[in-house]
């Protein structure tokens, strides 16, 4: 039996869970039936907080999420996380026991854990994902945690449109600090060492906090945290710091009028990528076309030199667009 | 006294080396007096050999270059090396260390060595870097080397337009090979851990060598080679592998006719790249509209869904395109 699409909405508002996850679905298929329920749900979403971790694959994130997770239900919060799973053939064993580990949460109605698959569509993925945090906004969720890896762009991007983002780092810390360092990558608001219990740890703590003190004085000062999420003994205390300091960080953007600012920004951009998948999506279609086949023979055959032949295209996107061709 | 932009292009076919630096200046400042010369530069380009060299901060890149370049000569070949510098205020020391390092080449009118910032301008780094490519080509050199940071997507798409396309990395593997076997990045035609004196280098060769035996077989399989490019000693053997991988690397495409196939491709890519980027500007220019500020504050209001503020946006859009607005 189908479900009506306009039922969809309503019963997301109630918090219904099978009808969060079918929309959630829909979303993640792109099917344009997810469409009208989300622009339903929309007038009810922007009341969560929105958590974003992000970190190198074996950070630990998921371990932290979890504990993250148990930490917020203690204090009578609802939770909805949003993972972003890069689906690698590879790394499956890993992220299947992550999710299973997330499974100590399985039976509480008040956690809503929900996977995407980062796998085939790297362009869409960041605006399926803020639209899966939408719905569960909408749903009733009091925070909303999304976790992505931090290899690809658009997963970091995904995690920097949060209210708050933590980067979460092992205690030997590769790529990402020259990332942030190299400005290629945002500071995040709130930077977590994990596996604290590795050599290392303090002396990377050590090292983030030089590279911050050469960036230009803010409102805020991210804090670098230590935390050992997988050691049951030490978590408690370490845990209740990380959420102390998000805590600190959602009072801080409220307080400062900094929470619309930078609301406002994250939907400007969300804007401007969905055109920008939109406008991509028209531009891969004109090129697979057999007229652009004569195009790049030209080119190759170096009759036609690149500029006339992006000339062309543009000429071609026009019409379409003239002719309002934009798939939505 | 200004230069003609007509005859900068028949200075740079004569091999001149102060106006290829000059018109490789003009394609760094996107300046639109770039692009008359490179237009009739184009179909005297398309004879040098095309090498990317990519990999994280600290494989130690810039030295294998150097020595590759050395053995290049050594085979009478002409080299051009143009390589894309984060220009991070912190690494400073350790590029301009590098770039210090290449001068062993600065007295050799065989040698032209040229570095790209990439800060400021990372949408528009892949088409300038591809054009200072091509302005080397049409000047003669035989061989253009195109060195990254792989750690933007633009820099490792700069890398993997090229012919042959080399990932150095270090023997602690981080974050590379993670992105490769998640898919993320495309699997390069040749693998060299570099400073193989350190320990891990052969764990590391097989780790990659059996993520490699899972991919589906190819008609070319990568090489994987261990180098060590900062020991006299040992560079000379280890090096002359590496380019004779290389060397291998280019019999394969050019009697296979892959070679044909990819450089097509590749152009496609440019041609859609340099579209993308116009209408990004383009998109970015509307957006910054105090006509999209009211449409930022209805969307913060709840007062219009996100879906509807990107179909305005398109609409802008596309009557800028139909008056022709896309600045070249």
Same mark, same amino acid.
């Given at each position: 039996?189908?479900?009506?699409?306009?039922?969809?909405?309503?019963?997301?508002?109630?918090?219904?869970?099978?009808?969060?996850?079918?929309?959630?679905?829909?979303?993640?298929?792109?099917?344009?039936?997810?469409?009208?329920?989300?622009?339903?749900?929309?007038?009810?979403?922007?009341?969560?907080?929105?958590?974003?971790?992000?970190?190198?694959?074996?950070?630990?994130?998921?371990?932290?999420?979890?504990?993250?997770?148990?930490?917020?239900?203690?204090?009578?919060?609802?939770?909805?996380?949003?993972?972003?799973?890069?689906?690698?053939?590879?790394?499956?064993?890993?992220?299947?026991?992550?999710?299973?580990?997330?499974?100590?949460?399985?039976?509480?109605?008040?956690?809503?854990?929900?996977?995407?698959?980062?796998?085939?569509?790297?362009?869409?993925?960041?605006?399926?994902?803020?639209?899966?945090?939408?719905?569960?906004?909408?749903?009733?969720?009091?925070?909303?945690?999304?976790?992505?890896?931090?290899?690809?762009?658009?997963?970091?991007?995904?995690?920097?449109?949060?209210?708050?983002?933590?980067?979460?780092?092992?205690?030997?810390?590769?790529?990402?600090?020259?990332?942030?360092?190299?400005?290629?990558?945002?500071?995040?608001?709130?930077?977590?060492?994990?596996?604290?219990?590795?050599?290392?740890?303090?002396?990377?703590?050590?090292?983030?906090?030089?590279?911050?003190?050469?960036?230009?004085?803010?409102?805020?000062?991210?804090?670098?945290?230590?935390?050992?999420?997988?050691?049951?003994?030490?978590?408690?205390?370490?845990?209740?710091?990380?959420?102390?300091?998000? *805590? &600190?960080?959602?009072?801080?953007?409220?307080?400062?009028?900094? @929470?619309? #600012?930078?609301? =406002?920004?994250?939907? +400007? %951009? /969300?804007?401007?990528?969905?055109?920008?998948?939109?406008?991509?999506?028209?531009?891969?279609?004109?090129?697979?076309?057999?007229?652009?086949?004569?195009?790049?023979?030209?080119?190759?055959? *170096? &009759?036609?030199?690149?500029?006339?032949?992006?000339?062309?295209? @543009?000429? #071609?996107?026009? =019409?379409?667009?003239? +002719? %309002? /061709?934009?798939?939505?």
């Amino acid at each position: 039996m189908p479900i009506e699409p306009a039922s969809l909405a309503e019963r997301v508002l109630k918090g219904e869970r099978r009808a969060i996850a079918r929309l959630i679905t829909l979303l993640e298929n792109r099917d344009p039936a997810a469409q009208e329920p989300l622009a339903q749900l929309y007038s009810h979403a922007g009341r969560a907080w929105l958590i974003g971790v992000t970190g190198p694959p074996g950070a630990g994130k998921s371990s932290l999420v979890d504990v993250l997770v148990t930490t917020m239900r203690r204090d009578g919060l609802t939770v909805g996380v949003v993972a972003v799973d890069p689906s690698s053939p590879f790394s499956g064993g890993a992220i299947l026991g992550d999710r299973i580990r997330m499974k100590s949460h399985a039976a509480d109605s008040g956690v809503f854990i929900r996977s995407m698959s980062s796998r085939g569509h790297l362009g869409g993925l960041a605006l399926a994902t803020k639209a899966a945090c939408r719905v569960l906004d909408a749903a009733g969720f009091d925070v909303i945690v999304v976790e992505t890896v931090g290899v690809g762009q658009s997963e970091v991007e995904i995690a920097q449109s949060a209210d708050t983002t933590l980067l979460v780092m092992p205690p030997n810390l590769g790529d990402g600090i020259q990332a942030i360092k190299a400005g290629i990558m945002e500071v995040p608001d709130l930077f977590v060492i994990n596996k604290a219990d590795l050599p290392g740890a303090q002396a990377a703590a050590n090292e983030i906090r030089s590279a911050l003190a050469l960036e230009p004085p803010g409102d805020w000062d991210p804090p670098v945290l230590l935390a050992q999420s997988t050691a049951p003994s030490l978590e408690a205390s370490q845990l209740s710091e990380v959420w102390q300091a998000i *805590r &600190r960080h959602r009072e801080f953007l409220e307080s400062s009028g900094e @929470l619309a #600012r930078r609301r =406002a920004q994250t939907l +400007r %951009e /969300e804007v401007i990528q969905d055109v920008t998948g939109r406008l991509l999506d028209l531009i891969r279609r004109e090129a697979d076309s057999p007229l652009f086949d004569s195009v790049t023979q030209d080119l190759q055959a *170096r &009759r036609m030199v690149p500029q006339e032949a992006a000339d062309r295209l @543009l000429e #071609r996107l026009a =019409a379409c667009l003239h +002719r %309002e /061709e934009v798939r939505k």
